[in-house]
């Protein structure tokens, strides 16, 4: 069975930095592409970073430059780490995992598993 649980959310001021988690258990492939993605109330699904199994990365342009994903194989942990956080940035946070996959854009929700979200509230 597979489950993707993030945790890191929280509240914080603008300018200031997040750090969201995603542990994955029972996904065994070894092709996949990896994201997050977030949802803010009112408003549609937004693809906000991605990568892939060969380590590829891929944001939104919305959050380049300020946004970093990774990865950590040896604790099957997807990381998104978050600076210079806006107003704007306010959302529920998701991370996704998929297989097989034709495109691995930063900027589209990855679909297949879906973890239950993470809430990050920025404040001005």
């Known amino acids: 069975q597979v489950q993707l649980v993030e945790s890191g959310g929280g509240s914080v001021q603008s300018g200031g930095s997040l750090r969201l988690s995603c542990a994955v258990s029972?996904?065994?492939?070894?092709?996949?592409?990896m994201g997050w993605f977030r949802q803010a109330p009112g408003k549609e699904r937004e693809g906000v970073a991605a990568?892939?199994?060969?380590?590829?990365?891929s944001y939104a342009d919305s959050v380049k430059g300020r946004f970093t994903i990774s990865q950590d194989n040896a604790k099957n942990t997807l990381y998104l780490q978050m600076n210079s956080l806006k107003p704007e940035d306010t959302a529920n946070y998701y991370c996704?995992?998929?297989?097989?996959?034709?495109?691995?854009?930063?900027?589209?929700?990855?679909?297949?598993?879906w973890g239950q979200g993470t809430q990050v509230i920025v404040s001005s």
């Open positions: 029972g996904y065994t492939y070894s092709s996949y592409c």
């Open positions: 990568i892939d199994s060969d380590g590829s990365t």
């Open positions: 996704a995992a998929e297989t097989p996959f034709d495109d691995c854009s930063g900027s589209r929700v990855v679909g297949g598993y």
